[in-house]
């Protein structure tokens, strides 16, 4: 029964906790990935998903990521990759014919005994633009591991699913980029920031640039992402970004307008160009050598917070001009402009480069929070009308629910 299937992945929940809560550590910071584990009702998915919205628009996926659910109707396909720590093994999970990842499987392949991490987030489009952990190339002059995010441990619904997130459990705080007392999702931070973990980089990127949008060329993105976990750092983004992102070479020369990705959080200051309302968070913009809100490089007025337990942003780019949307993802008609208008000072024309990140900035820098479950890129500036039935579509799916 539900009853009894539910008591279960909460005992089992419990038990990965227990076993699994690591040392003390200086810092606390999450990016949630995840991945549904079907109940035993589980809610049929023939309907279309975002891509399909976005193919009958016109403005077909150029690369899609979800750890949730398929993002075309009918796609039985890999989602992402797990490694199992104990005997160095991996695991792909699928999308079953409901639409929802394969998580009886997972939940068999990673058993509370080891740990399990995700290695690779695939492009369910066909342009083949997978996401994998970052690797720090050598020289690492810095010190800076890789890790994938644990794939066993935070629990939700989405459309009836129970669901897995990446969860890990850290104590303590810094200021203004952390919280105190706290157990969260992602570990990041570089040993050249006070106080930080010594033990980044977390991350994902793809530089097969195969079909995504660069130079001054239009684009669109997506994502739904908790509206609760969220901070100062730098950076939450997902979409386009520079090829040349890595540790060893962070401080390499930046360009404004390598960059087109979605940003989450509520960084201001330096070089952060926050929206109003003080705190956030916001739906910003990462454009290289600068977080927008805007296109004000003091404080963006329409831009104010999103207050909700999952949100769905936009951001989207063509020539001259890049507009910002964001809304409640569990709620219908949501969906507001927090900015449209010209692109700020120095950043026309763009200069993108087509690769992808999903947590980090373009240069790898991890020191941003957040969770991701979804998102897709387009080669195209698609219209309001297509945006509005991308949010309707993530409101259907039920997340929370």
């Known amino acids: 029964t539900t009853t ?32 549904s584990m079907v109940t035993s009702h589980p809610i049929a998915t023939n309907t279309q998903g975002p891509c399909d919205i976005y193919a009958a628009a016109g403005t077909p996926c150029v690369a899609a990521h979800s750890m949730v659910r398929a993002m075309y109707i009918g796609y039985t396909g890999p989602l992402y990759m797990l490694h199992r ?9 699928s999308a079953l014919p409901n639409g929802f990842a394969d998580s009886t499987s997972q939940q068999a392949f990673c058993p509370p005994s080891t740990i399990c991490t ?26 800076w591991p890789e890790h994938g995010p644990n794939a066993m441990r935070e629990y939700l619904t989405v459309g009836g699913h129970a669901v897995y997130s990446a969860y890990a459990s850290y104590s303590y705080s810094y200021t203004d980029y952390c919280c105190q007392c706290c157990f969260r999702y992602f570990e990041g931070g570089q040993d050249n920031f ?31 992402t908790s509206g609760t976990h969220y901070n100062r750092g730098c950076c939450f983004d997902y979409g386009n970004s520079e090829i040349t992102g890595h540790t060893s070479d962070w401080k390499a020369p930046r360009s404004p307008g390598q960059m087109e990705a979605i940003n989450w959080g509520n960084s201001q200051g330096g070089a952060s160009h926050p929206g109003a309302g003080g ?38 780019g063509k020539s001259g001009h890049f507009t910002l949307k964001g809304g409640d993802a569990q709620q219908s008609n949501a969906l507001r402009t927090v900015f449209d208008g010209p692109r700020p000072d120095g950043y026309t024309p763009m200069v993108k480069q087509g690769a992808i990140v999903l947590g980090i900035g373009g240069d790898n820098s991890d020191f941003g929070i957040g969770t991701f479950y979804e998102g897709a890129l387009t080669a195209n500036y698609t219209s309001d009308v297509t945006d509005n039935a991308i949010h309707a579509n993530v409101v259907a799916a039920g997340y929370g629910k």
């Open 4 to 35: 009894t299937t539910t008591t279960h992945v909460m005992s089992v929940l419990k038990a990965r906790m227990m076993a699994s809560i690591p040392s003390f550590r200086s810092c606390c910071v999450f990016f949630a990935l995840t991945a």
């Open 85 to 93: 720590t104990s005997d160095n093994t991996t695991k792909v999970i």
């Open 118 to 143: 995700i290695q690779r987030i695939f492009d369910q489009s066909p342009r083949g633009n997978h996401l994998d952990k970052v690797e720090v190339p050598s020289p690492n002059q810095h010190g």
């Open 194 to 224: 006070a106080n930080s973990t010594d033990s980044g980089t977390m991350g994902f990127r793809c530089n097969n640039k195969n079909g995504t949008a660069v130079g001054d060329e239009a684009e669109s993105v997506y994502m739904v």
């Open 279 to 316: 705190i956030g968070p916001w739906v910003m913009a990462d454009l290289e050598n600068g977080v927008w809100g805007g296109n004000n490089p003091n404080v963006n007025p329409t831009n104010t917070p999103i207050n909700a337990k999952f949100v769905t942003a936009m951001l989207k």
